[in-house]
Structures are given as C-alpha cells and as structure tokens.
C-alpha cells in the first residue's frame, strides 16, 4: 500500500442553469399543498414541541427536495446549493403564510398575493392569531406583538435553515467523479485504529501523506477515543475514490445514551479505485490481527 503524497478532493464548482431553476420550481409546485396541510397540521395540534416536529418536518421536505434535485442536475457548487435551498426555503414560507391565513380566516381566498400576506401580519401583529391559556382554562390572552413577531422568526428560521442547510451538507460533503458523472455517496466508515494523537503525525497526515494510519495500531477494546477512516466511492465503478481521516470521541450522558464528537483530521484525499479495498481491509484490524498489507 502506498504512502505517497495525496491530494485533497475539491468541487469544480460546475453547475448548468436548469440545474438549479428545476429545484426551485418543484418548490413552487409542492409547496401549495404542503403549505395548506402544514397550516392545518399547525392549527389542529395544540402540543408546541409537536408543532416544532412539524415546523422541521416541513422545512426538511424542502431542503430533501432540493437536495434531490440539485444532485441530479449536477451542481458541483456548494455556495449555489446553499443559496438554492434557501430560497427553496422562502419559497415554502411564502407557501406557509398563505395555507395559514386561508385556515384562520373563514370564507377567505385561496391564492394570496405578498402585499395580501404583509397586510395580514400587520393585522395579526396587533391583534393576534392564536392564545396562550393558563391552568387549562379557555380562551386566554392573544399573543401580539414582539413575542408574536419573534415566534414568527423562529418558524422561518427552521423552515429555511432546514431547507438551506440540508443541499449544502450534501453537496460540500459529496465528492463528484467529473469522469464518470457520478456522486460519491457510499460511505464505508472504519473504527478499528487506535487515536492519532501525535502532533507531528497529525502534521503529516494533513499533508497527505498516509504514513501515520499505515503505522497506527489496532483500537483497544472499549477504547472511547479512536480513529475513523471514512471512505467514499460510488455506487459504479469511478476513476477516483476518497479517503477521510477522523478523531472520533465517544461519551456516555446520564441517561446511558452514547454521544459522539468528530475531529476531521484531514479532507477527503482522492485515492484510486483500487486502493479503496486495500484501506477497507482496515475493517478486520483487531488487537494480535495482522495488519493489512
């Protein structure tokens, strides 16, 4: 196996123009509907932390469609894809505010222009669209004003950051093979390597030299803190796979959950096809195991 010098994997940062329009107009397509059943989803469930499950699941539809679409229009560029999904996102919350006035006010149209919805949370500003009541008593007082305005903030917030960040994590974190047209999203994840914690190790892996996984030792049993390898190819065969090297640390919380943190130790090197099963051996590395050849 060798240790020369690799290269750390960088988008080209291509894209075509109908690869980014076509997400934003299945936005405009779905979203009329979806608006109106997430309103009605909204007004009939009076659980607030269920009513946030619904305000991520509804952004999360959007960033996924998105996300969908901008991979198989080959958008290389993460900068685009983050600007895609967040208009996708204000896209869906246009959608919103309409299906949520056309479910509070009766007989009401269907369609609302932007002026018609600005006017209509002037109004709700003032007078509120729904109430907080205490000790399980009815009606209660409207919410208005400030807290109104900040928990209207709150929602576009989730619903666009939900739907800006899930294109951009894919795309920023999924190598493209420009050969052969294809995506590099099967991840193979490795966690038998002891930790890499010498600075001057670390140095040199970050310059792309893969000496310091070649000389690692096998993870001890029950070892919280180890080493990930990451490799990427895709689902046929590429010129390239990659190779992503990661300080992997686990915890245990009160209630018995484990919790991970990651370190990325280096980016994605490109690595060639064939080497992607020569590091994949790393997978049956155990203490008194023989180390891959």
Known sequence: MS????????????????????????????????????????????????????????GFVFGWLTQRLLKSGRVRNKVLAGICGTLAGLIGLYWNWNGHLHVLFKDTIWFFRPD?????????????????????????EPVTGLFLAAVWL??????????????YSYISSTPYCEKSGAWLDQAKKIDTLESIDDTAQVALLQTGNLQPVLDAKPRADGARVFTRLCLKRAKQPTSFCTLCVIRVTRRTDKKGKVQETSKFLTGDFVIPSSMFDLLAQFEDFRPGAPKPA
Not at 15 to 20: A, F
Not at 116 to 127: E, S, T, V
Not at 154 to 167: C, D, K, N, Q
């Open 154 to 167: 709150a929602e576009a917030g989730v619903i666009v950051g939900a739907s800006a960040f899930i294109p």
């Open 3 to 58: 240790s020369d010098t690799l290269e750390v994997y960088r988008h080209s940062g291509k894209y075509t123009t109908s690869g980014l329009l076509l997400p934003l107009a299945a936005a405009v397509t779905v979203g009329y509907p979806l608006g109106l059943a997430y309103a009605y989803l909204i007004r009939w469930i009076p659980i607030a932390y269920i009513n946030l499950l619904v305000t991520f699941g509804y």
């Open 116 to 140: 018609q919805i600005g006017q209509a949370m002037a109004y709700l500003y003032d007078h509120g669209s729904w109430t907080i009541s205490s000790h399980g008593s009815e009606g209660g």
